[in-house]
């Protein structure tokens, strides 16, 4: 019954348009990371720096998150939706511009992707509460999972198609086409709708509406340890993207068309990992299991950091699909979680709680990035590894209420 129940999402107009739009936006986001590893790579000759340029992209995260969250309780979040992406258009565009003129340099890289970040906090508190708004809480793990799918295959050809694109026409080219991916992903949104109950404005000013959710924060414990999960799985797991370019030009020698198939492996990992996902229609018992899947997600990453000496580029390939499978699985546990521990009229501060999570991203980039300017990119990612298995594991052990969500 749980395909039939995916596929009766379908027949909702305003879920096909959002799945649309996460489809396109997302060609634009893993472009935009290809691109964006690569040209710092080539301007600085630093997997420090890379992991400072990739930092950018979260930075703003932690700050906008709770704001963010506050607005699209406030606001349609559908038009949110479009103005971000239509924003995170400009912002690649003038990279685009500044590349093929000759004029770019890192604080043009870091200032415009830093701006990308602050609009793509506003973009995933928005997206979580609307997907919400759309399916209903029953609906909501499966239809966070199919948007889960589509937003890995759009990483998918972003990833191929802009790798490519550097290969043969440079990092300006690649900029550009990434601005298209956002610019049509806000596009396709015109028509949608947007339910009554998302339109309301929330009572009270902006600011006492994020004051409410900080006590709601500091008074809901089981909320706390689910945020700090979050953020764990985005500083030690997630961040070994930051490492690709390095991995795929110092280690492995197979240049930006390898990058972009480096970071196709991590789409299909993500896709085969909502497949299983999306086979739970319900998150009983998903504490537990998101405590599993985050120590599962860590003894990937010890083994993503001994294959290119053991089983060689398409070894690694393989584990990079099994990384990303089980970091899609604690990704989708993480908001479908946060969402489901807040009462309705916090939806929207629920999904920037889990902005505000990820927003500690930079934290992980720069550590990933100086541990493999000191000690080589393998033993970064084997000690991200080991100390996201160590920090999952205390977590189940302290807050055994985690376990039982």
Request: hydrophobic share 60%; glycine share 14%; proline share 5%.
């Amino acid at each position: 019954m749980v395909p039939i129940f995916r596929l009766a999402l379908f027949r909702l107009p305003d879920f096909r348009r959002l799945g649309a739009s996460v489809l396109l936006n997302s060609v634009g986001m893993m472009g935009e990371t290809v691109v964006l590893g690569w040209l710092t790579l080539e301007l600085t000759n630093s997997p420090l720096l890379v992991g400072v340029a990739m930092g950018m992209r979260m930075l703003p995260l932690f700050f906008v998150g709770v704001p963010a969250g506050a607005l699209a309780d406030r606001f349609p979040r559908h038009q949110l939706l479009m103005l971000t992406g239509a924003g995170q258009a400009l912002t690649a565009s003038a990279l685009g511009a500044l590349t093929l003129l000759g004029q770019v340099g890192l604080a043009h890289v870091l200032l415009l992707t830093l701006a990308a970040g602050t609009l793509r906090g506003l973009e995933h508190a928005a997206r979580q509460s609307y997907t919400h708004d759309v399916v209903g809480a029953p609906a909501l793990v499966p239809g966070l999972a199919v948007l889960g799918v589509a937003m890995r295959l759009g990483w998918l050809l972003g990833s191929l198609g802009v790798g490519a694109i550097i290969a043969r026409f440079g990092s300006g080219a690649a900029y550009l086409a990434v601005a298209s991916g956002f610019l049509a992903g806000a596009l396709v949104l015109l028509p949608a709708s947007s339910p009554p109950r998302a339109a309301r404005p929330a009572p009270g000013s902006l600011w006492a509406s994020v004051v409410g959710f900080a006590t709601a924060m500091r008074t809901d414990r089981p909320l706390l340890v689910l945020m700090m999960l979050t953020a764990a799985a985005e500083v030690l797991g997630f961040s070994h993207q930051a490492l690709l370019p390095s991995l795929a030009r110092d280690v492995l020698a197979i240049g930006p068309e390898g990058l972009g198939a480096l970071n196709a492996a991590r789409s299909v990992g993500g896709v085969v990992g909502l497949a299983v996902a999306s086979a739970r229609r319900r998150v009983d018992g998903g504490g537990a299991f998101f405590v599993t899947v985050l120590l599962s997600f860590g003894a990937s990453l010890v083994g993503l950091g001994l294959a290119p000496y053991v089983v060689g580029v398409a070894g690694v390939v393989a584990v990079l699909i099994v990384v990303n499978a089980v970091g899609a699985l604690a990704d989708l546990l993480a908001q479908s979680l946060l969402q489901l521990s807040v009462p309705g009229h916090l939806r929207g501060r629920a999904g920037g709680a889990w902005v505000v999570a990820i927003g500690l991203a930079p934290l992980g980039q720069l550590q990933i990035g100086a541990l493999a300017s000191l000690f080589g990119v393998s033993v970064a990612f084997g000690a991200s590894g080991v100390a996201l298995v160590l920090l999952a594991g205390a977590t189940a052990l302290l807050f055994p209420r985690v376990r039982r969500l």
